[in-house]
C-alpha cells in the first residue's frame, strides 16, 4: 500500500494506508487532548485499526511536540549568547554552571564511571555480530553509541567537557525525541567559548537561567503481555518503527533461569543477586545486561520480548533487567496497566508519569483493576506464617511492632472467622462485611493499627527489611514474602493514612470457604481490606500531561470520570468499519412457541423459559455455518441449563449439528485450552466437509484490503477457509474428555451422516469439554461447525479473537448483572448511594448497571474482528426488545442497526437472510414449530 499523510490540529501525520474515518477521528481526539494537555475517552469496536491510529497519532504529536521544545530552547540559549556577546563586561562563565552546580549536577552513577573498573562496555556496530566483542567507552556517551554510528574524528578541537545530566532531564535525550523515528539525534546546542587561548566552537552546557525542555515519554499500557506484544507487532508496520522504545514485563516472561514453576521468580532473583554479594555464584545472566540493553537490535528498532530474550539467550544475559535499562532513552514505552496504577510497581520500576502521556488500552475494566490495585486479601495461613517469620527479627515487647500486629491481626481473624460468626452466602460460603468507620475500630482494638500509629508500623517495617537483609547475607533463615508483607502495610496506609480521610472508601471483608483442589477439599479463611473507591489508585495518574482511555467495547462510559476521579474533556464513540450489509443484530423476544422470553433471574429458574431457551438456539444453530458463541450471565445458569437440556434431549440435538463445548469454570490455562481444540477443530472438520463460506461479491467499497486487516476477504472451503485468525487456534492433541468427540469430527469431515458411535453422553458442567451424542439417541451427526456455552466476565469473553468461521453468530442470554448476593458487590453499592452526591458517583444501582452492560458488550466483541468479516448479534431477552432503556448501553455498532422482530418466524426469517445474502447461496429456514 502507499503511506498515507494527513495533517491533523497542524501535526503531521503518516499512515502505513489510507485511513478509515474512524481511525481519522481517534487520531484527531487524540492529537486535539495532547495539545491541550487534557485526557480522553474513546471507544472504537475491535478491527477498526484503533491501535495503529493510537500509535500514528501519538508519536506524530511526539515529534512536534519534541521539535517545539528544541526550537523553542535553542532559541533562547541564542538569546542569551546574543547577551554575552552585546556585553562585554559579562562572559560565558557568568551563565556556565559553577564547579559546585556541576558537582551537583553529576549523578552518582556517573561519578561511579569515572573509575575504570566502572566502566561500561559497549559492542562495536560496525561489526556484523551483533555480539562482537565490545570496546570500553565513557558511560555519559552510552546513550549516544547506543543510536548513532560512529563518526570519523574531526580536526576541530575537542568539546568541553560538561556533565551529563540525569536521564530524565538529559537534552540529549530530548533532542533525540525530537524525530522518535530518526537514528541521528539533533546534535547538542553549539556556542561560543571565551577563553585565554581565544575563542573557539565547542558543545557546551545550557547557559545558566536557561531551562532544558524535559522530554515526553508516552507509557502505552494494555491487560496483558499478550495485548503488548500484538499492539508492539502494529508499531513495526508504521513510519514511526524506529522510535527508542522499550517493553517491561514480569520476570515469569523474561527469566531464563530454570525456576520451578511454582516457586515466586522474583523471590528466587533477589535470592540469587543478594548471594553474589555474599560471596556466592549469583546470577550468570546479570553481569551481561548492560551489553544486552546497548545492542543495536534495541535502539532505534521495533522489537517485542521475545526477541529481548532470544537475544539475551544467545549473549547469556537477563532480558527483564536489559529492558529496565532501556528506560533510561525510550521514548515509547509498552507494559501492562498494572504496572502504571499500581505504586508499588511504578517504585519498583522506578516509573514517574509526571508530566508524559498514559494510553490505557483495553481499560474496560479499569475501574475494577484500580480498586484492586488499592486493595488486599490475605488468608489466615499466609498471615500466620508472615507473623511467625518476621517475629525472628523483632523484639516480642516491641510497640506497633511488625511482628505483634501480624500477630494480633491472625489471632482476630482466627476468631471472628468461625461459622458461628459469619453469615451463610450459600452452601460453601461464609462472609461478613465492616464498613470503614467500624473495621478501622476493630483494628485499632484488636492489633493497635490506627491513624495515629500507622506512620510507626511504616518505620517498623522498614527497620525490619534492613534487619533481614543483613541477616540473610550472613546465615539461612527462613524467607519472609517482603512482597505480601509490603502490599499489606501500603493498603493499611491508604485506609488510615491522609489523616483518616480514605476509611469511608474502604470495607474490611471476612471469609470462610470451600476451595476445590481437582478431587480433594479445604476450607480456607481470609481477610480481605477492599478499596471501593477506584480514584485513590488512580491519583497515581493524575501526574501525567494527558490520560487516554481506550477499548473496543468502553460503553457505557456515564461512570469514568466519577469513578476514576479523572476528567475527560473528550468523548469519543465510533461506529464500525464494516459495510451495514456484514452485520445482523437483533432484540430476540420471541421463542419458537412464540412465548416472550424474559431473561431475569426470577424467570430463568423455570423449566418452560430453559426450553424456550434451548429450542431458540438449537433453531439459530439450524441456520448459521461454522462458529456460534453463547454467553451467559453466570457458570451457575450455565450448569442448570445444560443438566436441563441433557434431560430433554435438546442438548443431543444440539451436538448432532454443532460440536458442543462449555467453558471450563476451573482455572488454568491447559482446560481452556483443550475446549478451544476441540471448537476450532470442529469448524476446520466443516470447512474441509465443504461447508462453504464465501461473501458476497466484493463492491468497490470493500474490495480494498486496509492495514488493520489480517487477510482479505475470500473465505472458501477447505484449509484456506480457516481464516485470518487460523495460526492463533492451539494444535490439536488427542486428550482428554475431547478425543470422542474429535473423532466424530473427523467422520463428519468425511462426509459421513450416518449415526457414529461415540462414549456415554456426559458432560460436567463444573469440568467444562466437550459434548458427546449418545449412541441411543439415534441422531445422525452432520455438523456445520461448533458451539460454545460461555459465560460473561470469563476466560472467553475477554481476549480471545473469534475471526470469520470462529464466530458466524453471537448469542447473549440475559443481561450478566454482577452477583447481587456477592458481599463487596452489595458494599460498592451501598457505598455509592452513600457518597455519590457529595462525589459525582453513579448510585449504586446505575454503577450496577454500568458493570452489567460492560461485561455484556464485552462478550458481543468477539465477532467481527476486521472490516470484511460479518456476523449476527442476538440479544435473546424480551427486555431488548421492549425498552429503549436497555439498548441505549449497547455500543454504537450493534444498536445503530438493532431490529427487533415481532415473531419467531420474522427473527428466523431475517436471520436466514443475512445468512443466504453473506454465504451467497439460499439457507432455508426450518418451518415455524406450531403454536
Not at 752 to 774: E, K, L, Y
Amino acid at each position: 500500500g502507499t503511506m498515507a499523510s494527513l495533517n491533523i490540529h497542524g501535526v503531521p501525520v503518516r499512515f502505513p494506508l489510507p485511513p478509515y474515518r474512524s481511525q481519522v477521528m481517534v487520531m484527531r481526539a487524540i492529537i486535539r487532548s495532547l495539545l491541550d494537555e487534557q485526557s480522553a475517552i474513546l471507544e472504537s469496536p475491535t478491527g477498526t485499526g484503533k491501535s495503529l491510529a493510537l500509535l500514528c497519532s501519538s508519536l506524530a504529536w511526539l515529534q512536534a511536540h519534541s521539535k517545539k521544545q528544541q526550537e523553542e530552547y535553542e532559541a533562547e540559549v541564542a538569546r542569551v549568547m546574543r547577551e554575552i556577546q552585546e556585553n562585554p563586561q559579562h562572559t560565558q562563565s557568568d551563565h556556565l554552571p559553577t564547579p559546585a552546580q556541576q558537582s551537583e549536577a553529576q549523578p552518582a552513577e556517573e561519578a561511579q564511571a569515572s573509575t575504570p573498573e566502572a566502566t561500561p562496555l559497549v559492542f562495536n556496530d560496525n561489526d556484523d555480530d551483533d555480539f562482537a566483542a565490545p570496546k570500553k567507552v565513557p558511560k555519559k556517551n552510552l546513550v549516544k553509541r547506543a543510536s548513532e554510528k560512529p563518526t570519523p574524528a574531526k580536526s576541530a578541537p575537542p568539546p568541553a567537557a560538561t556533565p551529563t545530566p540525569t536521564p530524565t532531564s538529559t537534552p540529549a535525550r530530548a533532542t533525540q525525541a525530537t524525530d522518535p523515528s530518526s537514528s541521528h539525534p539533533t546534535p547538542k546546542i553549539r556556542g561560543v567559548v571565551t577563553g585565554a587561548a581565544g575563542a573557539g566552537v565547542a558543545e557546551v552546557s545550557p547557559p545558566v537561567g536557561v531551562k532544558e525542555p524535559k522530554p515526553v515519554i508516552i507509557y502505552y499500557a494494555t491487560r496483558t503481555h499478550k495485548q503488548v506484544s500484538q499492539v508492539v507487532g502494529e508499531l513495526r508496520r508504521t513510519a514511526y518503527a524506529t522510535t527508542n522504545m522499550t517493553v517491561l514485563s514480569s520476570r515469569d516472561q523474561t527469566c531464563m533461569q530454570p525456576f520451578d514453576v511454582t516457586v515466586n521468580k522474583g523471590e528466587e532473583c533477589r535470592k540469587l543477586l543478594e548471594s553474589k554479594q555474599g560471596g556466592g555464584t549469583g546470577c550468570p545472566y546479570y553481569g551481561n545486561v548492560r551489553q544486552l540493553s546497548l545492542s543495536p537490535l534495541f535502539h532505534n528498532a521495533t522489537w517485542d520480548i521475545e526477541d529481548m530474550v532470544k537475544a539475551g539467550r544467545k549473549k547469556r544475559a537477563c532480558a527483564y533487567f536489559a529492558a529496565r535499562e532501556l528506560l533510561e532513552t525510550a521514548s515509547l514505552v509498552f507494559c501492562p496497566y498494572n504496572y502504571l496504577l499500581d505504586p508499588l510497581v511504578r517504585k519498583q520500576m522506578s516509573i514517574s508519569l509526571d508530566g508524559h502521556v498514559v494510553i490505557l488500552d483495553e481499560a474496560h475494566n479499569i475501574e475494577d483493576i484500580a480498586r484492586e490495585v488499592a486493595s488486599v486479601t490475605m488468608s489466615l495461613d499466609k498471615l500466620r506464617e508472615l507473623a511467625v517469620r518476621t517475629a525472628a527479627f523483632e523484639d516480642a515487647t516491641t510497640r506497633v511492632g511488625v511482628a505483634v500486629v501480624l500477630s494480633d491481626l491472625m489471632r482476630w481473624v482466627e476468631a471472628a472467622t468461625q461459622p458461628s460468626a459469619l453469615n451463610a452466602v450459600d452452601y460453601e460460603t461464609h462472609a461478613k462485611t465492616f464498613s470503614g468507620q467500624d473495621g478501622a475500630k476493630l483494628l485499632e482494638t484488636q492489633t493497635g493499627i490506627s491513624r495515629i500509629t500507622i506512620p510507626l508500623l511504616h518505620e517498623r517495617f522498614s527497620t525490619l527489611v534492613e534487619q533481614y537483609e543483613k541477616l540473610r547475607e550472613n546465615i539461612m533463615l527462613p524467607p519472609i514474602d517482603v512482597g505480601s508483607l509490603e502490599r499489606l502495610i501500603m493498603v493499611l496506609s491508604f485506609f488510615l493514612g491522609n489523616g483518616g480521610s480514605r476509611i469511608v472508601d474502604y470495607t474490611i471483608l471476612l471469609r470462610r470457604a470451600m476451595i476445590r483442589e481437582g478431587s480433594s477439599r479445604r476450607v480456607e479463611a481470609t481477610f480481605s481490606l477492599s478499596c471501593l473507591n477506584s480514584a485513590i489508585a488512580a491519583a497515581g495518574l493524575k501526574p501525567a500531561r494527558s490520560i487516554i482511555l481506550t477499548s473496543g467495547t468502553l460503553s457505557p462510559m456515564s461512570s469514568f470520570t466519577s469513578e476514576l476521579g479523572i476528567k475527560f474533556s473528550t468523548t469519543l464513540e465510533t461506529g464500525h468499519v464494516i459495510p451495514p450489509e456484514h452485520l445482523w443484530s437483533a432484540a430476540w423476544a420471541f421463542s419458537p412457541l412464540n412465548r416472550r422470553m424474559l431473561c431475569n433471574f426470577q424467570h430463568l429458574g423455570g423449566y418452560e423459559l430453559q426450553d424456550d431457551l434451548g429450542a431458540t438456539v438449537l433453531r439459530v444453530c439450524e441456520i448459521v455455518p461454522f462458529g456460534v458463541l453463547v454467553f451467559l450471565p453466570s457458570y451457575g445458569l450455565l450448569e442448570r441449563l445444560l443438566i436441563r437440556w441433557r434431560a430433554t434431549g435438546l442438548l443431543a440435538q444440539m451436538a448432532a449439528i454443532k460440536q458442543v463445548v462449555v467453558e471450563p469454570r476451573a482455572n488454568g490455562p491447559d482446560a481452556l485450552r483443550e475446549c478451544l481444540v476441540d471448537y476450532y477443530d470442529a469448524i476446520v472438520a466443516a470447512e474441509r466437509a465443504g461447508v462453504t463460506c464465501t461473501p458476497a461479491p466484493a463492491t468497490a467499497a470493500t474490495a480494498t484490503t486496509h492495514a488493520s486487516d489480517p487477510t482479505t476477504s475470500t473465505l472458501s472451503s477447505g484449509a484456506s477457509a480457516m481464516g485470518p485468525d487460523a495460526t492463533s487456534r492451539p494444535a490439536s492433541t488427542n486428550v482428554g474428555m475431547g478425543r470422542a468427540s474429535r473423532r466424530a469430527t473427523e467422520e463428519s469431515g468425511r462426509g459421513h451422516t450416518t449415526p457414529v458411535a461415540m462414549q456415554a453422553f456426559s458432560i460436567n458442567p463444573r469440568v467444562g469439554g466437550a459434548v458427546a451424542v449418545p449412541v441411543s439417541s439415534g441422531l445422525t451427526i452432520t455438523r456445520t461447525g461448533a458451539l460454545m456455552f460461555a459465560v460473561a466476565r470469563g476466560k472467553v469473553s475477554e481476549g480471545l479473537n473469534f475471526a470469520d468461521n470462529n464466530c458466524r453468530a453471537v448469542i447473549n442470554i440475559g443481561i450478566p448483572y454482577p452477583p447481587f448476593k456477592d458481599e463487596l458487590v452489595k458494599a460498592k453499592q451501598v457505598y455509592n448511594d452513600t457518597h455519590g452526591r457529595a462525589r459525582g458517583l453513579l448510585d449504586g444501582r446505575s454503577w450496577y448497571e454500568v458493570a452489567a452492560f460492560r461485561a455484556l458488550n464485552q462478550g458481543l466483541g468477539r465477532c467481527i474482528r476486521h472490516r470484511n468479516d460479518w456476523a449476527a448479534v442476538i440479544l435473546l431477552d424480551e427486555r431488548f426488545w421492549r425498552e429503549e432503556k436497555y439498548t441505549t448501553q449497547l455500543p454504537l455498532w450493534v444498536r445503530q442497526h438493532l431490529r427487533r422482530p415481532d415473531s419467531f418466524a420474522e427473527s428466523m426469517d431475517g436471520l436466514a437472510a443475512f445468512i443466504a445474502a453473506r454465504t451467497a447461496g439460499p439457507v432455508a429456514a426450518p418451518a415455524p414449530a406450531p403454536a
